[in-house]
């Protein structure tokens, strides 16, 4: 569907690399999180990914504040990269990891034809960015382990936290914003909270 509407204005390429940037930095510090987190997990390893889902929320939150095809692949990927170049410990392949979680949540809002950014729509967005994140890391992180006690619990978790801290917590995020008036130039902005 190609309309006006779904171009892309000089202030959603700004406004989407200004998140992205932003959510790059809280990557990289979200990663020593992580790292010093793991012996708090060691009950459980996989419940460990409680906390995944800090690093889906740039998907769902570009694609609900720009609304426009692409911008929830664009945010998180470019946020994939800035933690890349500040010095991700997992190195350049969390590029291609933020494309692949990034990927989950544009075919939602694609569903949709980018007209529907509601509560359900933003948490299935974040569920299937955390099935992306999930994918990614059974082939590249998991492999190695034990597929019902590791790595199906694994992708459960991942797929929760995605639901409910990048699904639920981008839509809350828009629904604080909105009144401050600093997304008055987006749709998102100049909707009143509705579910």
């Known amino acids: ?85 500040l010095g991700s410990q997992w190195g350049a392949p969390v590029i291609l990891q933020g494309l692949i979680q990034g990927l989950g949540a544009e075919l939602v809002f694609a569903a949709l034809f980018y007209r529907n950014f509601k509560l359900p729509v933003a948490i299935l967005a974040g569920a299937l960015t955390g099935v992306g994140a999930a994918i990614y890391d059974f082939v590249r992180y998991t492999a190695g382990t034990d597929l019902w006690s590791y790595r199906i619990p694994y992708a459960l978790i991942t797929v929760i936290s995605g639901a409910v801290l990048a699904g639920i917590g981008s839509w809350a995020l828009v629904r604080a914003l909105a009144p401050t008036g600093v997304l008055d130039r987006f749709e998102a902005g100049r909707e009143r909270a509705s579910v």
């Not at 959510?23 to 459980?44: D, K, L, Q, S």
């Not at 889902?53 to 994939?80: M, N």
């Open 1 to 85: 569907m190609t309309s006006t509407t779904h171009r892309w204005r000089t202030i959603d390429i700004v406004i989407a690399s200004v998140i992205a940037v932003a959510f790059g930095v809280i990557f990289w510090a979200w990663n020593t999180v992580w790292a010093t987190t793991e012996a708090a997990f060691a009950f459980f390893p996989p419940a460990q990914t409680v906390i995944y889902g800090v690093w889906l929320i740039p998907a769902v939150l570009g694609g609900l504040i720009i609304r426009k095809p692409g911008a929830a692949l664009y945010t998180e990927t470019v946020a994939a990269v800035v933690s890349a170049l």
